[in-house]
Structure formats: structure tokens, C-alpha cells
């Protein structure tokens, strides 16, 4: 039917037709909140470059889980400040590490809240890098993928041991799924699902984590095992071969630039997919609404809604509590 029995205003005409026929939800359970968990400094400490968001101590943390839950959020994720860093990242496999403290910690305060934990080494080695070095046949140091997937694998247990709902490893080495399924199973804890960061792009996106967690890498960047943002068939075929390995969720990261990226791996996966709105995103957005740009409720919740849209089932986001206090 042509113009004018097509009217596709017609549809539109009240709040109340507009949310009979809305098409994709935004609650406060499909959103995850991102924490940063300090071993050492103040209770709560300010980051520069992410207004609102903080550094927090362990009991801090837990305080701030339990407000989470509270607002109805689906999940908090877990970041480890170490007070100590060496070559190898021991903190991240360390029982008594910060992550593992404060997973107990929120099982105090917030004992249904689901708590992931990021799987990386990055923020525990004194490089910076997501793995162990190697230096190769010309003398250049590059991260070892084999070696440093013992210890990541390790770094799962332990979170998982800690009482972690969901481990989600995020250093993009190959065959860290499969790893960490088989130690997983081998230690009985069969019910610990895998969130994979299967497409983690190499993106400038990340700017503000790297300050908040003092993440960058001492030298050189991640481009020998982050995705090349250029590619869309090969982040579709880490998903799929995450999904092999064992992955129970898979993830793609950066959000705004990637919703083509979102679209195409919730289709081909068949299973839960994450976005994660990164810390550069979150701060372009509090940058703009601090100077007036832009009214950041309207733009936050519009964000949000199309990353649903996009097709994925959960969303990480630094704006989850104030998201999640417009919804209810
Ligand atoms: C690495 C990790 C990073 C982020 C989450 N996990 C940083 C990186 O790869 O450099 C970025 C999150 C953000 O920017 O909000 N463990």
C-alpha cells in the first residue's frame, strides 16, 4: 500500500500507542556496572577522566554492590588494583588478591547479586601488558600466548574459587576459553559460566580505564592481540570459535562504533552477547553534558536502548546507576 494509507505517524501519535508497539526494552537488569577495587588508597578516591566513577576500596566496593542490587542492576564486574605489580601479574592468581577479597566482600553485602570478574593480567604486570613477555627470534619482547594462558587460567580459578559468579577474561590470547573451561572442570566448578571478550578491538575507546586502573602498557600498544577495528568477518569468527571453546557468553567491545559488529555476532552465536560502552565513551558523554552540549539523561538512555537494540542482551556500562534510577 502506497501514500496516503501508509502512515506511519499513526503509530506514533501518543505515549501511550508508542509503547505498545516499542520494540526493545531497557531495565536495570540487563545492565552491569563496571567497579574499580583499589588494594591500597582512601576509601573512595575521584578518577579524573571519568567523572562519577571511582576508585574504591574493598569495603567501599561492597557498599557500592549492595547499592547496585538495590537499583535493580543485573550485575557488577569486577577490576583489581594491586598494590603490588611484577612481570608476571601473580596478583591476579593471588587467593587472597584484590579481586578475590572483594568478591567475598560483595557476597556479604549483596549475597544475589551476580559478580563477573575480568580475567587479565594487565592491570597486575609491571608492563602493562596482557600477558607474559617473550622476547623473540629478532630480540623484541612480544606477550606469549601459551605461557600467559596458565596463568590466566589460574587467575579464573581462583576468582572462581573467591565465590565469582561469571569469570570473563578480556587479554584476547588464543585458546584462553578452552583453557580456562578445562581448569574450570578440572577444580569441579563446572558452574561457573565464561563471559569472553571475543571481539576486543585495539581502541583508542580505552583511554580513561587505562588511567583508572594505571593499565597502559609501559611500552609498545595491544595490536599483536587486540582486533584491528577494520575487521568485522574476523570479530565474528573469534565469537564462533569462542563459542567452541566453551564460551557461555560472548562480548564485543568497544559499543558505539561496533553496533554493525553486535548485530552480526548476536546472529551468528545463538547465545547471550554483551556490549561493553567503554570508559572513552562514558567520558565523551560527561565531557558534553558538563558543558552543556547535550542533555545526558536523554542521550544516555538513547545509547543504551540501541545497543539493546543492536542485539545485545546485556550491557556494560559506567552510566548503569544513573541509567538504572531514570528506569525506576
Ligand atoms: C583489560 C581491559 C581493558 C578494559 C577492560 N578490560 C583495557 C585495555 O584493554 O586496555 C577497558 C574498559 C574501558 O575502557 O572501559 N583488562
Sequence with gaps: MAFPQTRMRRMRSSAEL????????????????????????????????MPGVERLSISAAAREAAEAASLGIGAVLLFGIPAHKDPEGTGAFDDEGVVQLAVRAIAQHAPHLPVITDVCLCEYTDHGHCGVLLEDARGALTVDNDASLELLARTAVSHARAGATVVAPSDMMDGRVGTIRAELDREGLHATPILAYSAKFASAFYGPFRDAASSAPAFGDRRAYQMDPANGEEAVREALLDVQEGADMVMVKPALAY??????????????????????????????????????????????????????????????????????
Design 18 to 49: 508508542r509503547g505498545l508497539v516499542r520494540e526493545t526494552e531497557l531495565r536495570p537488569e540487563k545492565l552491569v556496572l563496571p567497579l574499580f577495587v583499589s588494594e591500597r588508597g582512601p576509601e573512595r578516591e575521584a578518577i579524573d577522566s
Design 259 to 328: 553496533g554493525d559488529l553486535i548485530q552480526a555476532i548476536k546472529r551468528a552465536v545463538r547465545l547471550p552477547v554483551a556490549v561493553y560502552n567503554v570508559s572513552g565513551e562514558y567520558a565523551m558523554v560527561k565531557d558534553a553534558a558538563r558543558a552543556g552540549h547535550i542533555d545526558e539523561r536523554a542521550v544516555v538512555l538513547e545509547i543504551l536502548t540501541s545497543l539493546r537494540r543492536a542485539g545485545a542482551d546485556i550491557v556494560i556500562s559506567y552510566h548503569a546507576k544513573e541509567a538504572a534510577s531514570w528506569l525506576t
